[in-house]
């Protein structure tokens, strides 16, 4: 069973920076997508940003222009994130596909992705 890590959560300021990475220890394969998904108290799972293999990227419209994600060493993944924001604070999660997809976009919903890490917090203060 692969299980996704996620590192790097934390708290910041408002309009500071954090990085968040995730990691598949003791998986060698590649992802055919990989994604960030946060979830607020209260609010729905809100995918946020999302990469394939060939290098396309999807945001959504909260985080476009803020936030960055793309491919580390081997498997691994990142999510840069500028410009914090109070609204950014949540539980964020990342998630990766292994098998093929017809979409030529890189999906931001859930049920496109079949391994989960277990969340990091990141909190956002002003």
């Known amino acids: 069973e692969v299980q996704l890590v996620e590192s790097g959560g934390g708290s910041a300021q408002s309009g500071g920076s954090l990085r968040l990475d995730c990691a598949a220890p003791?998986?060698?394969?590649?992802?055919?997508?990989m994604g960030w998904f946060r979830q607020a108290p209260g609010e729905a799972r809100e995918g946020i940003a999302a990469?394939?293999?060939?290098?396309?990227t999807s945001y959504s419209d909260s985080v476009k222009g803020r936030f960055t994600i793309s491919q580390g060493y081997g498997n691994t993944f990142t999510l840069q994130m500028n410009s914090l924001k109070r609204d950014d604070t949540a539980m964020y999660y990342c998630a990766a596909r292994s098998s093929y997809s017809s979409d030529s976009i890189p999906p931001r919903a859930e049920g496109e992705y079949n391994y989960w890490g277990q969340g990091t917090q990141v909190t956002v203060s002003s």
């Open positions: 003791g998986y060698s394969g590649s992802w055919y997508f």
């Open positions: 990469l394939d293999l060939f290098g396309a």
